[in-house]
T-cell receptor, first 114, second 114 residues
Framework: ETGVTQTPRHLVMGMTNKKSLKCEQH?????MYWYKQSAKKPLELMFV???????ENNSVPSRFSPECPNSSHLFLHLHTLQPEDSALYLCASSPGWGFQETQYFGPGTRLLVL | AQSVTQLGSHVSVSEGALVLLRCNYSSSVPPYLFWYVQYPNQGLQLLLK??????LVKGINGFEAEFKKSETSFHLTKPSAHMSDAAEYFC????????????FGKGTKLSVKP
């Protein structure tokens, strides 16, 4: 595997379910990100981890819980989601957490909450 | 505060015609600017980025963008559109300082007609 991978690619869940999204980067990067992409809206940054420490949490509801066990893996744990949480969730990584860094994106997980 | 405006949510051109996608930014610090492309069912891929080294930036797939400070613009161009250019294009500005967070525009969907 190369680049940034995400699993699953598609997920359908009920509002009472608990599920997790997984992201893995094979680039040796030190920063990882979760974004939410909804139709007609800009990408919304959700969380940022730098060297496995959370450095950004953009007022995301607590029903989304990130986890970064090491610099290569990032999880997004989901529980009691709402239909408006249906979106494409994108993971990204960058060599470091700096303003000039290029972010490399995974293909995303398409989430549908029923 | 930094912000990005992309004029035109949808642009349609004929194959072989000039592609022009507009991006205007607002930034309280010298900006770092990015253009990303998203093909259907894929994540975002960096096309090019401006890091103050040169105002005309060349990217992949024949795209280029010119940074114009006086106009606070960073428009993306390609002299001759190809069918494979059909995708959604996102302009982004870096928050600057020590942070690596990006502010994205809403995106412009490019269609290429044969």
């Amino acid at each position: 595997e190369t680049g940034v991978t995400q699993t699953p690619r598609h997920l359908v869940m009920g509002m009472t379910n608990k599920k997790s999204l997984k992201c893995e980067q094979h680039l040796g990067h030190n920063a990882m990100y979760w974004y939410k992409q909804s139709a007609k809206k800009p990408l919304e940054l959700m969380f940022v981890y730098s060297l496995e420490e959370r450095v950004e949490n953009n007022s995301v509801p607590s029903r989304f819980s990130p986890e970064c066990p090491n610099s290569s893996h990032l999880f997004l744990h989901l529980h009691t989601l709402q239909p408006e949480d249906s979106a494409l969730y994108l993971c990204a990584s960058s060599p470091g957490w700096g303003f000039q860094e290029t972010q490399y994106f995974g293909p995303g997980t398409r989430l549908l909450v029923l | 505060a930094q912000s990005v405006t992309q004029l035109g949510s949808h642009v349609s051109v004929s194959e072989g015609a000039l592609v022009l996608l507009r991006c205007n930014y607002s930034s309280s610090v010298p900006p770092y600017l990015f253009w990303y492309v998203q093909y259907p069912n894929q994540g975002l891929q960096l096309l090019l980025k401006y890091t103050s080294a040169a105002t005309l930036v060349k990217g992949i797939n024949g795209f280029e963008a010119e940074f114009k400070k006086s106009e606070t613009s960073f428009h993306l161009t390609k002299p001759s559109a190809h069918m494979s250019d059909a995708a959604e294009y996102f302009c982004a500005v870096s928050l600057g300082g020590s942070q690596g967070n990006l502010i994205f525009g809403k995106g412009t969907k490019l269609s290429v007609k044969p």
